[in-house]
């Protein structure tokens, strides 16, 4: 398209939260490789499936292959969609560069939560991301964010923990181990 004296018209810039079509098919398309790596790579290496299982029990592999299959079928529709869709309309405009800088700072503080998780321990590095996250996103109240930082997790943990019985991985500083050895009226809760 252009204009009358020749000029091309450039697409509006649109904000992170407008859905992109080009943002679809990229996000798709991770989805559907996240889904098969997961499937073909990461179970088979991750997964510890013992010889035999007692009684009626599931392998260990069998949740996590069964998510990635959905993953990656689920991801496989939404690309073929988001192609369609995208080849049949008009082009978009570009993210303005702050937005990317909020969502690479999302994705840094995603990944800092993952290395602490191994350092301190899943609770705890949930607490910490929590309040990043909300302090970054423009939160500025400590009282809020301190609540929200220590409630929400420690009420995931004791669902997790204790009343679902999924073990956390340990931590290389234990210090929820430390912590729950220091609490035992959590013991006789459930």
Request: proline residues 6%; charged residues 10%; contains cysteine.
């Amino acid at each position: 398209m252009s204009h009358d004296d020749g000029t091309a018209i450039q697409p509006a810039a649109v904000d992170l939260e407008t859905p992109t079509r080009r943002g679809d098919v990229i996000a798709a398309a991770l989805c559907l490789i996240a889904g098969l790596g997961g499937y073909f790579v990461v179970v088979p290496f991750a997964v510890y499936v013992p010889q035999q299982f007692a009684g009626t029990a599931n392998s260990p592999a069998f949740l996590p292959n069964v998510m990635f299959i959905l993953l990656a079928a689920l991801s496989a529709l939404y690309l073929v969609q988001s192609i369609i869709i995208y080849q049949r309309e008009a082009a978009q405009g570009r993210t303005p560069g702050a937005d990317w800088a909020l969502a690479g700072g999302t994705a840094l503080i995603c990944i800092g939560y993952i290395f602490a998780i191994h350092m301190i321990g899943m609770t705890l590095a949930s607490a910490l991301a929590v309040a990043a996250t909300t302090f970054y996103f423009g939160e500025r109240r400590p009282m809020l964010i301190a609540t929200i930082a220590v409630i929400l997790p420690m009420l995931l943990w004791y669902f997790f923990v204790k009343i679902a019985y999924i073990l956390f991985p340990s931590s290389w500083l234990g210090i929820m181990d430390w912590l729950e050895a220091a609490l035992p009226f959590t013991h006789g809760l459930v």
